[in-house]
């Protein structure tokens, strides 16, 4: 068939569902037709899959007829589709088949992700299918094997979905060094990315394409727009100053949902989904089957299920987390409501999209307060997304715990040549710049574990044998590795099933070690009870009746992103005429009055002095990140200033320090605080450097493979028990073994990421450019409030925390007259 004849034939099968290929389809299919690699950049929903897919379906088509085979011949791989979530993997398979079986290709698309059946498992490894969706994680083992790369040696094209999703991640670091193997393997391979609009799109093509800097960036359809709506209080209506949950709201959020044939209402974390949805189940009008229940802690059968539903139009309303952002299509879905602030412009941009997936369709959302001044931040996302503003994502880079994993795969599958796979590693972003002594590094860690674990045989797992190779022989600590690959952590996670019945999920185990026979909790969107807790299972039974506790999930608390921080800023020095910045007037008329507004040409800082104590807050709005090593630098150094105790809370607007004897600070004294001079190493005086690394070093031990997982069939091990072996594996190489690779890797992690090290340079940087706005306001301001109650948390048991913020914000409304 010629070229021509199998555009026409696509086109054809486009025009049978109703749709006309878009000009940028087209666009992408003449460049990868011309051989090209490079990166599709297109908004979610914009048909950016078919834009992809149609270029490899034009090239089958044109192919010469193959030679007639057997069903179950070996047949070389066409198509590798990386995905970063299992739950896109399936519905992603779904979307190729529908055109592979619309054009008669008998192309067979398999699946090979941890939800895969066991028959489409063993499909992939065969090397029977034609099409492979796969993770990261699940291509890594799949490499593992020794005969992988023979049946990939025809292999035509890489597709990496949502590379922005991975390009900030360890997992994007585990499937660079993956590429760059597929690339020594067929030097002809095509490789594309897809991804959605990113602050550092140029840098995510040269991290996926290193060997071609100047890739094309093909740009699909614009960005849809995106209308941002809030449900705003009732005018003169009371509205917390400070508070998480936004309950107050449900009468209006449900009128809201009766008023759309299906919606999505996302929250920031899965404790939150929980509870709006008990919340929603108490008043919701119609069958108890229409609402549900999707994030990443429930079992993947009860999230597929809701996904059917989702896709079915079965389901009015799903409560949902971040495990439904991502690009599965729904396109029955009408509305979608978000319950907070977003904390960043793209996740708000993602989330609006998964409304009307359809290309061409306008993106809406619906933003839902849980406390006033989360108005401001609504009114700031409309303005990033009105002047294109979009947060980056940065690459890490030598992460040797993933070069080590990576190593044993590759001693794995046969073995590796030390100075060949150096070549290879260093042609990949994240190792670009590894030097010989890391290297060296990492092969003695792998053979040996390092100069302290030499004389334990559990850390001897690869061997260099006579002929120079270096290779694994011992077939158990095979299985222990293969079991572990990955760069996701899922220690100390606790299953929920019933006792007789099926699997609902997993809670963290330090949540579950609390519970005991007869407690109730709310999960899944259930009231259960606990019968018994046993190998790390908790089995349980419907409750019925009562309340009961819901599940807290770590690393829930997402920060605020840099460019929403800059247009915060901006909202509140009143450069916004939105609705709610309308109705915000008299709050921030008040800030003005007892203090003043922030700006982006000063840093506002206050000094009140209350009963209680002096507090000084500094409001940067940099995200609780950067405000966390801030508040501890400025502790630190206050106290160099004069000999005190100061305790410190933050939140993502500023933060505040509480001292036990009250300092004076005038604007030389605060500009010397601020200063970048010695940021390093005040910081690391300030923060305990060593006790956070050692938390950050238990993660690192995981993916390098020094904590040995749990074999098949024996009891899962309790995240007591990690902490233990990472503690003293930690506390062995600290004393015996003080430059392990391992324990500078978790140093290293601790100020780039925990600390945001790189983030608080540049708000020192920003700060140093800002006039100082000292200000010693009567009372506390409505920017204040927040960050003293939250100061507060920590001292009170939960209801006595309430009970005092209640009181003092009803006090400051008498006094204030708000």
Same mark, same amino acid.
């Given at each position: ?77 066409? /198509? ?15 979307? &190729? ?34 099409? *492979? ?97 809030? *449900? ?5 209506? +009371? ?16 009128? #809201? ?93 993602? +989330? ?13 959302? &619906? ?12 009114? #700031? ?38 100075? #060949? ?15 010989? &002594? ?25 061997? %260099? ?54 407690? %109730? ?134 933060? /505040? ?36 690394? %050692? ?12 904590? /040995? ?18 503690? &003293? ?12 690779? *391992? ?76």
């Amino acid at each position: 068939m010629t070229r021509r004849e199998a555009m026409r034939r696509l086109v054809a099968w486009f025009g049978g569902h109703g749709w006309r290929p878009l000009p940028f389809q087209r666009a992408m299919w003449r460049q990868y037709l011309a051989g090209g690699s490079g990166l599709l950049h297109t908004p979610t929903g914009s048909g950016k899959t078919l834009a992809m897919f149609g270029g490899p379906l034009l090239q089958a088509l044109t192919d010469p007829p193959p030679a007639p085979r057997r069903a179950n011949a070996v047949r070389p791989l066409q /198509v590798l589709w990386v995905t970063p979530l299992r739950a896109l993997a399936s519905d992603t398979a779904r979307a &190729l088949q529908a055109p592979v079986d619309g054009l008669g290709l008998g192309w067979k698309v398999g699946l090979r992700s941890g939800d895969a059946s066991s028959r489409e498992r063993r499909l992939a490894r065969e090397g029977r299918i034609d099409v *492979l969706v796969t993770t990261p994680e699940s291509l890594a083992l799949l490499l593992s094997y020794p005969d992988t790369l023979e049946r990939l040696r025809q292999l035509r094209c890489v597709v990496v979905d949502e590379w922005h999703e991975l390009l900030g991640s360890k997992r994007g670091v585990l499937l660079q060094l993956n590429l760059a193997l597929l690339r020594g393997n067929a030097p002809s391979l095509q490789l594309w990315g897809l991804s959605a609009t990113l602050g550092n799109l140029a840098q995510a093509r040269d991290v996926l394409l290193p060997h071609l800097p100047d890739a094309p960036i093909v740009e699909g359809a614009r960005p849809r727009p995106v209308t941002v709506r809030s *449900l705003l209080p009732a005018p003169g209506e +009371r509205f917390a100053w400070a508070g998480h949950l936004g309950l107050a709201q449900l009468p209006r959020v449900l009128e #809201a949902l009766m008023a759309a044939r299906s919606s999505l209402l996302f929250t920031n974390t899965r404790a939150q989904a929980e509870l709006w949805h008990r919340a929603l189940a108490a008043v919701w009008p119609e069958a108890a089957q229409t609402l549900a229940l999707h994030h990443g802690s429930l079992d993947p059968a009860l999230r597929q299920q809701v996904e059917d539903g989702l896709r079915a139009g079965a389901l009015r309303c799903v409560v949902a987390t971040s495990s439904l952002d991502l690009g599965v299509d729904f396109p029955e879905v009408e509305q979608v409501l978000q319950l907070g602030s977003p904390k960043g412009v793209a996740r708000l941009r993602q +989330r609006a999209g998964r409304a009307h997936h359809r290309p061409g369709a306008s993106g809406q959302v &619906l933003c839902i307060p849980s406390h006033a001044l989360e108005l401001a931040e609504y009114a #700031a996302v409309r303005r990033a997304l009105r002047d294109g503003a979009v947060e980056a994502r940065r690459p890490p880079v030598l992460s040797l715990d993933v070069l080590a994993q990576h190593a044993v795969s590759r001693a794995l599958a046969g073995g590796f040549d030390a100075a #060949a796979l150096l070549a290879q590693v260093r042609g990949t972003h994240a190792f670009a710049t590894l030097s010989s &002594l890391q290297w060296q590094a990492v092969l003695d860690f792998i053979v040996q574990g390092g100069q302290a674990l030499a004389q334990y045989p559990d850390f001897h797992k690869v061997v %260099r044998d006579a002929d120079g190779c270096y290779r694994m022989h011992d077939r158990r600590q095979a299985l222990r590795h293969r079991l572990s690959i990955g760069t996701i952590s899922s220690d100390g996670s606790v299953r929920v099933q019933f006792l007789r019945g099926g699997s609902l999920g997993a809670v963290e185990e330090q949540f579950a070690s609390r519970l005991r026979r007869g407690d %109730r909790f709310q999960f899944a969107g259930r009231l259960l009870e606990l019968v018994q807790l046993r190998d790390m299972t908790a089995h349980v039974r419907l409750a019925r009746g009562g309340d009961g506790v819901v599940p807290r999930w770590q690393g829930g608390q997402l920060p605020l992103s840099a460019p929403l921080g800059i247009e915060l800023e901006a909202v509140l020095s009143g450069a916004d005429n939105s609705a709610e910045a309308r109705w915000l007037q008299p709050l921030l008329a008040l800030q003005a009055q007892l203090s003043a507004r922030p700006s982006p040409a000063h840093l506002l800082v206050e000094d009140v002095r209350r009963r209680e104590g002096q507090f000084l807050f500094v409001y940067p709005f940099a995200g609780r990140h950067v405000h966390e090593a801030l508040a501890a630098l400025l502790a630190l150094r206050c106290t160099r200033v004069q000999r005190n105790s100061i305790g410190y809370a933050v939140n993502d607007h500023g933060l /505040v320090l509480a001292p036990a004897d009250a300092v004076t600070l005038d604007a030389t004294a605060w500009r010397g605080l601020l200063d970048s001079e010695r940021l390093l190493d005040d910081l690391r005086e300030a923060v305990n450097l060593g006790e956070l690394a %050692r938390r950050q070093f238990r993660g690192i031990a995981r993916v390098a493979g020094l904590l /040995v997982p749990s074999l098949p069939g024996a009891a899962p091990r309790s995240l007591r028990q990690l902490q233990a072996s990472a503690g &003293l594996l930690y506390d062995v190489l600290r004393e015996h073994d003080p430059g392990h690779l *391992l324990l500078d890797l978790a140093e290293r992690e601790v100020l780039e990421d925990a600390l945001d090290l790189p983030g608080l340079q540049r708000v020192l940087a920003r700060i140093g450019t800002q006039a100082l706005a000292l200000q010693s306001p009567r009372s506390l301001t409505p920017l204040g409030f927040p960050l003293w109650a939250e100061r507060l948390r920590g001292q009170f048991s939960n209801e006595d925390w309430r009970t005092r913020v209640l009181r003092a914000a009803a006090q400051l409304e008498r006094r204030h007259g708000h």
